[in-house]
């Protein structure tokens, strides 16, 4: 069983940074990709990133990339969401996901193993 825990969330100003980490226990880390998604009240949720098992692989949705930075530390089984100039859109609760497979997917269903999510809330 994989659990996952996700911190760093908080209340930040539109142009700010935040660094969200997923710290995972119960299986080898390295074996799985892993994914941030995230979701806004009354929207669905939605890919942001991804990378795949050894960090060498990273996809990032059009509304982030350049601004978002994913990655991972296999040795602390850790996986990061480094986000920069963040803006009021990024408000959501941003979830942490595993899926056992060495490569990435986009969509929730393809990812078994969720965390309890972190809440983002940029101010305008």
């Known amino acids: 069983q994989v659990q996952l825990v996700e911190s760093g969330g908080g209340l930040v100003q539109a142009g700010g940074s935040l660094r969200l980490s997923c710290a995972q226990s119960?299986?080898?880390?390295?074996?799985?990709?892993m994914g941030w998604f995230r979701q806004a009240p009354g929207k669905e949720r939605e890919f942001v990133a991804a990378?795949?098992?050894?960090?060498?692989?990273?996809y990032y949705a059009d509304s982030v990339k350049g601004r978002f930075t994913i990655s991972r530390d296999n040795a602390k089984n850790t996986l990061y969401l480094q986000m920069n100039s963040l803006k009021f859109e990024d408000t959501a609760v941003y979830y942490c996901?595993?899926?056992?497979?060495?490569?990435?997917?986009?969509?929730?269903?393809?990812?078994?193993?969720w965390g309890q999510g972190t809440q983002v809330t940029v101010s305008s």
């Open positions: 996901s595993a899926r056992g497979g060495r490569e990435i997917a986009t969509t929730p269903n393809n990812y078994g193993y």
């Open positions: 119960g299986r080898t880390f390295s074996l799985y990709a």
């Open positions: 990378i795949n098992y050894n960090g060498g692989y990273t």
